[in-house]
């Protein structure tokens, strides 16, 4: 059974930082592309970055390039998003997901990805 499970959400002041993990299991990670997706109060989700399975190439939207990483650790089956400068305008709760089928490398759009995690809240404000 395809499991994601989230962690590492909080509060954190405007310039902070924080690592958010993907834990998978009922599947291996690097044979699927992950993407990390956010979603705040009254607003559409969004893609924020993924990882694509065949060569671990990432990809990020344009609102947190330059100011998020995403890497895989195979060994843990785990997902990490790194997530440096922050800005209140990144509060959301934040989801991993992957889709049951081979997708376009680099897919940010959500419909694409069909198991999710139950999210992880951040919030950033001071």
């Known amino acids: 059974q395809v499991q994601l499970v989230e962690s590492g959400g909080g509060l954190v002041q405007p310039g902070g930082s924080l690592r958010l993990s993907c834990a998978a299991s009922?599947?291996?990670?690097?044979?699927?592309?992950i993407g990390w997706f956010r979603q705040a109060p009254g607003k559409e989700r969004e893609g924020v970055s993924c990882?694509?399975?065949?060569?671990?190439?990432?990809y990020y939207a344009d609102s947190v390039k330059g100011r998020f990483t995403i890497s895989r650790d195979n060994a843990k089956n785990t997902v990490y998003l790194q997530m440096n400068s922050l800005k209140p305008e990144d509060t959301a709760v934040y989801y991993c997901?992957?889709?049951?089928?081979?997708?376009?490398?680099?897919?940010?759009?959500?419909?694409?990805?069909?198991?999710w995690g139950q999210g992880t809240q951040v919030t950033v404000s001071s």
């Open positions: 009922g599947f291996t990670l690097d044979y699927y592309a």
């Open positions: 990882i694509s399975s065949s060569d671990g190439s990432t």
């Open positions: 997901a992957t889709p049951s089928r081979p997708v376009v490398a680099g897919t940010l759009s959500w419909y694409e990805y069909d198991y």
